[in-house]
């Protein structure tokens, strides 16, 4: 007789692993998660060590000030903000509470790979439907849908094409969606988009009730450590999520963080700058090289090795690693011949350029390179 056996879906899953890499002992630039580039503002920085708050009490089950001052920031009730350990939390809370055997539930074609897994987990049936040259296909989507399919998630701007899809195109597809189908708009890198793309997308939510949008604290706010996200939703969505998630999901650490950081507009808008600055100058800088970028909508460039006539992808990142950078090899997506850099610092963006230009230099004069 066996031992206590998973269910046949989670035996065949296979996790999620965030590519930190591996590399040679020293300071690392790594460049592989889609992290902050200026990291965390000053002024959450000051407050974590002036005011270490008070370890030995449980935190509130949702925090109000939280919510308010996300609230605030952009124009939201905040009775219909729900926080949560990081948006990864609530995209398994909507699979859990939505999903079942038999059930279907749409992604695009290069998904953000957490989002088929919570789909499996559940024990419905990820659909997968494809893109046109690494866009979202709307139509694709739509063809997709079947009598089975409950919940569609859309990931815009997409990781880990760093492509959008414009907001008339967003009401298009919830236009064609039957009631019962719940849209999931995972709005991660909304932030690098000005802020009338996530206010359409939140009045979007409020005029229906099958709508939710996720957020998250880890990308142009810096706090991906302290694992702080937040969705969007109409009070029976809330509450049904809210029932399932762990009471004290958010730390008080996390939700202190996330009230400075979310009002520091200052420094939101100087990340902005310096992003989109390095944003355009690499591009220039890899299309002088002769690879491919994806026009990018994050804070991350999709560059393409596939009509490159020199070293692979691979072979690329694995240089680099030698060198102490880390980008995101792609081949887990399926996409073998592309990898994924996301905006340092100036310093960390200057050394690249660097190390790459001696890279790319030596394989021309050893014949590598055409």
């Not at 905040?78 to 999903?99: F, H, K, R, V």
């Not at 439907?129 to 701007?157: G, S, Y």
């Not at 808008?269 to 690499?282: A, G, I, P």
């Not at 995101?328 to 960390?348: K, V």
Request: glycine share 6%; hydrophobic share 40%; net charge negative.
């Amino acid at each position: 007789m066996k031992g206590p056996q998973p269910r046949d879906a989670i035996k065949s899953l296979l996790s999620y692993r965030p590519s930190f890499g591996k590399v040679e002992q020293g300071s690392v630039i790594r460049l592989s998660a889609n992290e902050g580039a200026l990291g965390t503002s000053p002024k959450v920085l000051a407050h974590l060590k002036a005011d270490q708050g008070t370890p030995s009490r449980y935190p509130e089950v949702q925090d109000r000030r939280l919510c308010e001052a996300i609230a605030s920031r952009y124009t939201l009730e905040p009775g219909q903000i729900l926080t949560a350990n990081g948006s990864d939390e609530l995209l398994s809370l909507i699979a859990m509470a939505y999903l079942e055997a038999e059930d279907e539930a749409i992604h695009t074609q290069y998904a953000f790979l957490v989002i088929p897994q919570v789909i499996q987990i559940a024990g419905a049936t990820p659909v997968v439907a494809q893109d046109k040259d690494f866009i979202c296909d709307v139509d694709a989507i739509l063809a997709a849908l079947t009598a089975r399919t409950k919940v569609v998630f859309l990931v815009n701007p997409n990781n880990p094409t760093s492509t959008i899809i414009p907001m008339d195109e967003v009401q298009r597809l919830h236009a064609g969606l039957r009631r019962d189908i719940l849209l999931v708009l995972d709005w991660a890198y909304a932030e690098y988009q000005p802020d009338s793309f996530s206010d359409e997308a939140a009045r979007m939510v409020e005029a229906h009730d099958n709508i939710i949008m996720t957020r998250t604290f880890s990308k142009l706010h810096g706090l991906a450590a302290f694992r702080l996200g937040w969705a969007y939703c109409a009070p029976d969505i809330l509450t049904t999520l809210g029932s399932i998630r762990g009471p004290f999901s958010v730390n008080q650490i996390a939700a202190d963080a996330g009230i400075i950081a979310v009002g520091d507009v200052e420094f939101q808008e100087k990340s902005l700058r310096h992003s989109q600055k390095w944003m355009d100058e690499m591009c220039r800088f890899f299309t002088s090289a002769g690879l491919s970028v994806v026009p990018s909508a994050t804070n991350f460039i999709l560059i393409g090795f596939d009509g490159h006539n020199g070293p692979t992808a691979s072979e690329t990142a694995r240089y680099l690693a030698s060198k102490n950078i880390l980008f995101r090899e792609m081949a887990p997506y399926g996409l073998d011949q592309y990898l994924r850099m996301s905006i340092g610092t100036d310093e960390e963006m200057q050394i690249v350029k660097e190390t790459l230009s001696d890279f790319f230099a030596g394989a021309q004069k050893s014949g590598t390179l055409k």
